[in-house]
């Protein structure tokens, strides 16, 4: 049974950090692209990150490069999305997600077969 669980969401003051972690079980992350993605209230779920690690290829979203890294620690099933200078506009509910035949379309919320619960990230003053 394949399961995801974010964690490390939180309340963040603009300009900080945080470090989610998508815990992986029951795949093999070098069979498994790993996205993450988010969604604010009244708005669509988007892209903000993915990794292959089998390929070493990472993707990120236009909004987010420079400032979000994806790492994956194969020792602990575990894939990391380091999130540097927050802004408000990242407020959000992030969910990490998996996917067995990914393609070119990283950002495509149907590749997907698998999605974590999601955890809530506020970057407010």
């Known amino acids: 049974q394949v399961q995801l669980v974010e964690s490390g969401g939180g309340l963040v003051q603009p300009g900080g950090s945080l470090r989610l972690s998508c815990a992986t079980s029951g795949l093999d992350l070098d069979d498994y692209a790993i996205g993450w993605f988010r969604q604010a209230p009244g708005k669509e779920r988007e892209g903000v990150s993915c990794?292959?690690?089998?390929?070493?290829?990472?993707y990120y979203g236009d909004s987010v490069k420079g400032r979000f890294t994806v790492s994956a620690d194969t020792e602990k099933d575990t894939i990391y999305l380091q999130m540097d200078r927050l802004r408000p506009d990242d407020t959000a509910v992030y969910f990490c997600?998996?996917?067995?035949?990914?393609?070119?379309?990283?950002?495509?919320?149907?590749?997907?077969?698998?999605w974590g619960q999601g955890t809530q990230v506020t970057v407010s003053s």
């Open positions: 990794i292959r690690r089998s390929e070493n290829l990472k």
């Open positions: 997600a998996a996917a067995w035949a990914l393609g070119s379309s990283w950002k495509r919320l149907d590749k997907y077969n698998y």
